[in-house]
């Protein structure tokens, strides 16, 4: 099997499955006063400190939650409600994750929330302008993601942090950074955000941990409430193996993270994509785009049929985009904001991918495109 969809999820790394075992009886509650309990809770500090010092933050704006997921939730839910005026206005951009555009569509449509989706040209990529036009005195958060999960393009997220306090200096700004994390510097002081998204599953830890970056704990509104546990933040006993792994995962980025192997392998790969598959084309904003993904359409060709194939024939993992929308048989709403009608491929890849791999799926998509062009016929 050859795994190609690293955007979806990633493995485990061996340095975090090696923490999950040596931790596995480690079972206390970190908020029991015995010593056992202190030294669970030591351990969760410890991993606070890695998150908190790869994206450059303090140890105590950090907030361990269960997945990215629940951080976009959390941020939408504590900007709204800390919002005392009568109007409550939201902008995200067209191309953002469910994650945060199903919530806010949820707010909109079961609250009095007004939301400005701000579209995005054929390369996907946002204006700025218009994004400093649509905010307004009533506007009290501006969510734009990182790095977008189906193309790879990367958002200037400084630059919508400097057009948002420009005119409205009250209103939150928060990045889903779920998959800029590992894949590009996160340094969340020089991008000036309010808060910042990421989750384990993306950077080789498990499923079922993510974090929060909160800059200023005094205007957040917990999402979960309860217990006392991540200072008041998020109430629920902490997923203490699942933490630590984050925390470990966080560390092997810091200490050694491959991007220029990587980005050399995906860029070689889609060369050869370009050369020898008739009708190709990258899609998304080439010159500025993480170093993994790469989102390919094949002009006639259903991705969703060259992503079967590559699957039932070849034991190749690819995927058409969102793992969310990947039984759709449309386009998804991120390709359909970009006037894209067809399906694409996305091939995204890792600290594992090998040359072979990505040699092994460039013949497969050469076969697979024959095969079903010649039954087109
Ligand atoms: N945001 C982005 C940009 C993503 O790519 C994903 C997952 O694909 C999520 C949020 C949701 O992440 P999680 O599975 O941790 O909730």
Redesign the pocket.
């Known amino acids: 099997m050859i795994y190609l969809d690293y955007?979806?999820?990633t493995p485990l790394s061996e340095n975090v499955k090696q923490v999950i075992t040596d931790n596995l009886d480690l079972f206390y509650n970190p908020s029991s006063m015995y010593k056992e309990g202190k030294l669970v809770n030591e351990k969760i500090q410890a991993s606070r400190s890695a998150v908190a010092k790869l994206i450059n933050a303090e140890e105590d704006q950090i907030v361990f939650t269960?997945?990215?997921?629940?951080?976009?939730n959390s941020v939408i839910q504590s900007c709204l409600a800390y919002s005392s005026g009568k109007r409550k206005h939201v902008i995200i951009s067209a191309v953002?994750?469910?994650?945060?555009f199903e919530t806010v569509e949820y707010y909109k449509s079961h609250t009095e929330t007004e939301v400005t989706v701000v579209p995005v040209d054929e390369l996907g990529r946002i204006n700025i302008d218009e994004i400093e036009r649509s905010v307004c005195p009533d506007t009290v958060l501006v969510s734009i993601?990182f790095?977008?999960?189906e193309t790879g393009n990367i958002y200037p997220i400084k630059a919508v942090v400097d057009a948002v306090r420009k005119k409205n200096p009250n209103a939150f700004v928060h990045t889903?950074?779920?998959?800029a994390v590992g894949k590009v510097d996160v340094d969340v002081k020089a991008l000036g955000v309010d808060y910042l998204?990421l989750?384990?599953?993306?950077i080789h830890a498990p499923?079922g941990v993510?974090a929060l970056f909160v800059k200023d704990s005094s205007s957040y509104i917990p999402y979960m409430h309860g217990g006392h546990q991540e200072r008041n933040y998020r109430a629920g006993t902490e997923n203490t193996l699942s933490i630590l792994a984050l925390g470990q995962a966080a560390n092997d980025i810091i200490n050694d993270n491959p991007v220029d192997r990587i980005r050399k392998l995906r860029d070689d790969f889609e060369e050869k994509v370009l050369r020898h598959i008739k009708g190709s084309r990258v899609l998304g904003d080439v010159k500025n785009r993480v170093g993994n993904t790469s989102c390919i359409l094949i002009e006639g060709l259903n991705g969703i049929k060259i992503c079967t194939m590559a699957d039932e024939i070849d034991d190749i993992c690819l995927s058409t985009g969102?793992?969310?929308n990947s039984c759709e048989m449309v386009p998804s709403r991120v390709m359909r904001a970009m006037g894209i009608s067809q399906i694409p491929i996305r091939i995204s890849i890792g600290k594992y991918t090998k040359e072979d791999d990505l040699k092994k799926c460039l013949q497969a998509l050469i076969k697979i495109q024959n095969k079903m062009r010649r039954s087109a016929l």
């Open positions: 955007n979806a999820t269960g997945c990215a997921t629940e951080s976009n953002e994750h469910p994650a945060i993601m790095v977008n999960n889903d950074a779920t998959q998204t989750s384990g599953h993306k499923k993510g969102s793992a969310c």
